[in-house]
């Protein structure tokens, strides 16, 4: 079974251009989650859907983030403009939905974002 | 809101020796998860662990949710277990996890 996959794995911008990501979740997976860590901090939380729909985006920084997940398959996280504090590392996770008990959130490679 | 704390923030060992990571929470647990990032910056999930203990190789953890922490412990360390090491607990069933800032080890040769 292919695991959660992203892409590009690194993309190098400089301020004030677009950049959009891409996550493939495991197939079958209702949940996909966006996380980022800036500076070497702690990886933060961005925002959570739940097949198409977004179930909480409290923790997306300001209104250059648009994230959409059309289908409820795939979903793309966009910065525009971007901006030097943008820089860091972006995971994709997803997990099951037993309606039940929580599952194990599984985390892509990253896509290592520099905002030049 | 929910804290999580880890410690310790830096250890660097020699190749071989063990070692004790912990997460202390502030909140009860629904879902915790340990995780290492390694040196190409992917995040490695290692155990999902709400309670009790698991081992996987050389490396087990131990959750006590009665007194909100856990510990992943690392057995005849290697170079290649270097990296940072994060727990991150779940809020509610399904939702956000928040991370601690991470234990970054080092393993020297």
């Known amino acids: 079974e292919a695991g959660v996959t992203q892409f590009p794995s690194h993309s190098v911008i400089e301020k004030g251009q677009t950049v959009t990501l891409r996550c493939d979740p495991i197939?079958?997976?209702?949940?996909l989650y966006w996380y980022r860590r800036v500076m070497g901090k702690e990886i933060k939380f961005l925002l959570h859907?739940?097949?198409?729909?977004?179930?909480?985006e409290s923790g997306m920084p300001n209104n250059r983030f648009l994230a959409e997940r059309t289908g409820g398959t795939y979903s793309t996280l966009k910065v525009q403009p971007a901006e030097l504090e943008d820089s860091g590392v972006y995971f994709c996770?997803?997990?099951?939905?037993?309606?039940?008990?929580?599952?194990?959130?599984?985390f892509g490679p990253g896509t290592r974002l520099t905002v030049l | 809101g929910i804290q999580v704390e880890q410690s310790p923030p830096d250890l660097i060992l020699q190749e071989g020796a063990n070692s004790t990571l912990r997460c202390n929470f502030s909140?009860?647990?629904?879902?915790l998860q340990w995780f290492h990032q390694n040196p190409w910056g992917q995040l490695i999930n290692l155990f999902y662990?709400?309670?009790g203990t698991k081992q996987n190789g050389r490396l087990s953890a131990t959750t006590v949710a009665t007194e909100r922490y856990s510990l992943l412990y690392i057995s005849s360390s290697q170079t290649t277990d270097s990296g940072v090491y994060f727990c991150?607990?779940?809020?509610?069933?399904?939702?956000?996890?928040?991370f601690g800032e991470g234990t970054q080890l080092t393993v020297n040769p």
């Open positions: 909140d009860s647990v629904n879902n």
């Open positions: 197939s079958g997976h209702d949940n």
């Open positions: 996770a997803s997990s099951q939905d037993t309606g039940m008990l929580t599952d194990t959130q599984y």
């Open positions: 991150a607990r779940e809020e509610t069933s399904g939702s956000r996890l928040t």
């Open positions: 859907f739940v097949k198409e729909s977004k179930q909480d």
């Open positions: 662990i709400p309670s």
